[in-house]
Nanobody, 113 residues
Framework: QVQLVESGGGLVQAGGSLRLSCAASGRTFSIYLMNWFRQAPGKEREFVAAIKYSDGNTYYADSVKGRFTISKDNTKNLVYLQMNSLKAEDTAVYYC??????WGQGTQVTVSS
């Protein structure tokens, strides 16, 4: 089992930046793909970004491409989501997800316009 804990959410003005962190523990050696998802009120959870551990390749939803960057620190079992040029429509609870199986509890991001 992999346990995930997100942090770094908060309230920010449109155009601002936030960096989310996801700390992994447990069977971290089994992680091959880490994802960020988000869920806005009244909407379904949607994919935001992913990073493959084998080659470091990254993937982004079109809505965040060019504004968000996913990265990882293997030594600390941390995955980050740097979010720049934030928009009101980025407001959501952000979740990290390992291998499509394990989920964190989420961190709230609110962008005021």
């Amino acid at each position: 089992q992999v346990q995930l804990v997100e942090s770094g959410g908060g309230l920010v003005q449109a155009g601002g930046s936030l960096r989310l962190s996801c700390a992994a523990s447990g069977r971290t050696f089994s992680i091959y793909l880490m994802n960020w998802f988000r869920q806005a009120p009244g909407k379904e959870r949607e994919f935001v970004a992913a990073i493959k551990y084998s080659d470091g390749n990254t993937y982004y939803a079109d809505s965040v491409k060019g504004r968000f960057t996913i990265s990882k620190d293997n030594t600390k079992n941390l995955v980050y989501l740097q979010m720049n040029s934030l928009k009101a429509e980025d407001t959501a609870v952000y979740y990290c997800n390992a291998n499509g199986d394990s989920w964190g509890q989420g961190t709230q991001v609110t962008v005021s316009s």
